[in-house]
């Protein structure tokens, strides 16, 4: 099955904005997958190239990897919350998943205008840790989409600029692997899907080596203000999609 155009364009501009800025491939191509297309098909087409878009990252910021011991509570989390998450994606309704993209694109956009947000205390992360995991990982198996609950965490705990591009891109990626897993497992996943994720993997690819380049060229602010409109309104068209608003 050969992807469509939209999606391959999609893809494609999900992966300039993650290699100018080190995030938001799966918000973006989420969001924008689940307005063409039925909102779960969108969801595992991502789990497909998501991984891989992570990889990239991890070794452009592989100097930067902070001590792991303050990664694994974190991980351990999101390693049981992805098989939850998968289960509820072959029970939930496709409205209910375009309503939960919308939401979480709305937080990503509103925790992202806010800042660095609350702190939390070293003594706190042995318990924060894994339960803000578990959340991420639920998000990540159920609609694709983990950034706006790790991002949050790995701000709020103090992680350095240059550590948080490898930390949320290991996790990432290692949440990828546990998501194609886990649905596979569930027999959600079939070669058709597998076979358009790796062919929308290239685009996605392409786009990120473009956005890597203009990272040393051009202030990653502006893509990010650009990405978070977008992020905005699909984020407002998905809720109004799932609240059955739109015809």
Request: with cysteine; charged share 10%.
């Amino acid at each position: 099955m050969i992807p469509e155009l939209g999606l391959i364009v999609i893809v494609a501009a999900a992966g300039i904005v993650n290699g100018w800025t080190s995030l938001g491939f799966a918000m973006i191509a989420a969001a924008g997958f689940a307005l063409a297309i039925d909102p779960k098909t969108a969801v595992l087409l991502l789990a497909v190239t998501t991984p891989f878009i992570s990889s990239v990252q991890i070794l452009n910021h592989r100097r930067h990897a902070p001590g792991w011991r303050r990664l694994v509570p974190l991980g351990v989390g999101c390693f049981v919350g992805v098989p939850i998450g998968a289960v509820l994606l072959g029970i939930l309704e496709k409205d209910t998943v375009a309503l939960l993209i919308g939401l979480l694109a709305l937080f990503f956009v509103v925790s992202s205008l806010a800042g660095r947000g609350p702190r939390v205390p070293p003594s706190w992360e042995p318990v924060a840790g894994p339960l803000a995991g578990v959340a991420a990982g639920v998000a990540n198996g159920t609609v694709g989409v983990s950034g706006p609950v790790l991002g949050s965490y790995l701000l709020a705990i103090g992680t350095s600029p240059a550590a948080f591009g490898f930390s949320v891109s290991i996790l990432f990626f290692s949440m990828g692997l546990v998501r194609i897993a886990s649905l596979a497992a569930l027999h959600q996943l079939t070669l058709t899907l597998v076979g358009t994720g790796a062919l929308l993997l290239i685009p996605g690819l392409i786009g990120q080596q473009v956005g890597l380049r203009l990272h040393r060229l051009v202030a990653p602010a502006r893509a990010r203000q650009g990405a978070l409109v977008v992020i905005g309104i699909a984020g407002i068209s998905l809720v109004a999609r799932g609240l059955n608003l739109l015809s």
